[in-house]
């Protein structure tokens, strides 16, 4: 199973649904995606490992939306 590890902020939305979101570039978004299939393993500081699916954002890129309780610094995606 493929991880890829990088380095993301949460960044509090404007939005009525969701509170945070982990911003996920198009080129490491891509290398999950099959198809329709976006779900993906998600780990934050390495523990805790949560399924979680990559959303498109609007403008090209991907977000993760973890639950509020999660601080994010690192993040990795696993298929």
């Not at 509090?12 to 649904?17: G, Q, R």
Request: with cysteine; net charge positive; hydrophobic share 45%.
């Amino acid at each position: 199973m493929p991880t890829i590890t990088f380095h993301a902020n949460l960044e509090e939305l404007s939005s009525d649904v969701w509170r945070y979101a982990v911003f996920v570039p198009f080129d490491i978004a891509s290398q999950f995606i099959v198809g329709n299939d976006k779900r993906v393993i998600c780990s934050i500081l390495g523990i805790d490992p949560f399924k979680c699916g990559l959303l498109g954002n609007g403008n090209g890129d991907y977000m993760v939306v973890p639950n509020k309780k999660r601080k994010v610094f690192s993040i990795s995606l696993s298929l």
